[in-house]
């Protein structure tokens, strides 16, 4: 294989921090069972101690950072399973997005590479304009007939195979994203208990507003008044995974600015990898303010038990799998919290799901990236699931929505893929006083009633 630099730029890159994280790591093989991609292929150098290995080599200018290397970089998901399962607390979630630095830089030169990372992720994801517009061009490929087309006759032989995977991974897009790019403040249903701002993202935003309504029903149920800020962003989460570091703070920055002057009881986030990226811009040192700010972001799940959750009344009879996204359980820790919300909801049943705590193979854009990995990943996940004989199977991430549901529809099943959000939300439609409607076209003025907000 051609060599793409000869100068290694991971000893250059890696610090006194990375050095000692790296010499924690006693290769005992823990990680092994926990890592997707080892799983599937059994290869070392796919696994975590495998890319340690690698690091060290590389970092000790042992090895070239040939193709092999990299590709064994860009083939690790961050799920940071193999962080839960080490016994020596090596954090290798931290030492692969330093690494991914490199790869990046590395791989700049390449012309999808450069799409991905200059027109896409800098351009289009930041941008709650330039998103819009591409979830409206995706809306009318959805309605006016084009992916039926696509699905349905042979016209999809004219593109890629890669293409068409792709396009049949696209889940049903939504006329209008939940924030329109506008503030909202929804008061609460009860009497106040405080005051929470509602983080909407990007990806979450546009694609399931729906649960953003959810989630304000929920909040504003138990008390609270919700603020959703028109100049909030994307949180950087993908941008910081492939390493695109500049990006990633530029972004950090502009979300503590929106947020310093705000009197918050809390941040509420009800996407897992961005409450897993929020909680760590303390990192960047871009504000005065960074540790106050990561101290009041919660996960949906996390807040809502801490605050005590208000017993639903609404029966609903659901056998249910609960699969863990992975910055929820292995990024942050939190597993107990949407499991003991899902048991308080009367006449749902939690049923065992095998290898729920791994990783289903969406990984930010990994399921773009790395198709072939992805798939054989969902496959797996998928086999468990329908093993469950569930009627549904709920998660609290964007990211592992679409990939469930592409499985989903990969075996014309009939399981749901409900996010929490949404399943606690249909708990308490009968409950007296819950409103069931937050207006889909969101008003750009504060409410002058519970009628207009909830």
């Given amino acids: 294989m051609a060599e793409l630099d000869i100068h290694n730029p991971v000893a250059s890159s890696f610090g006194e921090e990375e050095k000692r994280l790296l010499q924690e790591c006693t290769h005992c093989g823990f990680c092994l069972p926990s890592c997707p991609t080892y799983t599937i292929n059994g290869m070392e150098m796919d696994s975590p101690r495998g890319r340690l290995y690698l690091m060290q080599a590389a970092m000790n200018k ?10 064994h970089m860009n083939l690790c998901l961050t799920c940071r399973a193999c962080e839960t399962a080490c016994p020596s607390g090596v954090e290798f979630g931290h030492l692969m997005e330093k690494t991914r630095v490199v790869v990046l830089s590395l791989q700049s030169h390449t012309r999808i590479s ?10 289009v994801i930041p941008s709650h304009h330039s998103l819009s517009f591409l979830f409206k061009l995706l809306w009318i490929y959805e309605r006016m007939g084009f992916q039926w087309l696509m699905r349905h006759t042979p016209i999809n032989l004219l593109f890629p195979e890669k293409f068409r995977l792709l396009e049949g991974s696209l889940p049903r897009i939504p006329l209008r994203s939940f924030g329109r790019g506008k503030r909202h403040t929804f008061d609460a249903m009860n009497e106040k208990r405080g005051k929470v701002a509602l983080f909407t993202g990007c990806i979450m935003d546009h694609l399931f507003p729906g649960v953003h309504r959810s989630t304000v029903r929920l909040l504003s149920w138990h008390g609270y008044e919700v603020v959703v800020p028109k100049e909030q962003g994307c949180c950087g989460a993908l941008h910081s995974h492939i390493g695109d570091n500049k990006t990633a703070r530029k972004l950090a920055e502009s979300n503590l600015s929106v947020f310093q002057n705000m009197d918050l009881d809390a941040i509420i986030v009800n996407a897992a990898g961005c409450s897993a990226h929020l909680k760590n811009y303390h990192r960047y040192d871009t504000h005065s303010n960074s540790t106050e700010f990561t101290k009041k972001v919660k996960d949906l799940t996390e807040f809502l038990v801490e605050i005590g959750l208000r017993k639903p009344q609404n029966r609903l009879d659901l056998k249910v799998v609960y699969d ?19 048991k308080a909801i009367p006449g749902v049943t939690i049923l065992p799901l095998e ?25 797996r996940k998928m086999d468990f699931i329908e093993a469950s004989c569930a009627d549904a199977v709920v998660t609290a991430n964007p990211g592992c929505q679409i990939q469930l549901e592409w499985g989903v529809r990969q075996r014309k099943s009939n399981v749901q893929v409900l996010h929490i959000a949404d399943l606690l939300d249909r708990s308490y439609w009968k409950d007296k006083g819950y409103i069931r409607r937050v207006p889909s076209n969101l008003p750009s003025r504060k409410p002058r009633s519970s009628e207009e907000h909830a």
């Fill in 114 to 123: 450069r799409w991905i990372s200059s027109f896409f992720l800098q351009k």
């Fill in 355 to 379: 290898e729920s705590d791994k990783c289903c193979g969406s990984a930010g854009i990994y399921s773009l990236s790395q198709i072939a990995m992805s798939l054989n990943i969902l496959k």
């Fill in 62 to 71: 042992r090895i070239d950072l040939s193709i092999p290397f990299l590709e």
């Fill in 324 to 342: 863990e996204p992975c910055h929820l359980i292995h990024g942050q820790g939190i597993t107990k919290e949407p499991k003991k919300l899902i």
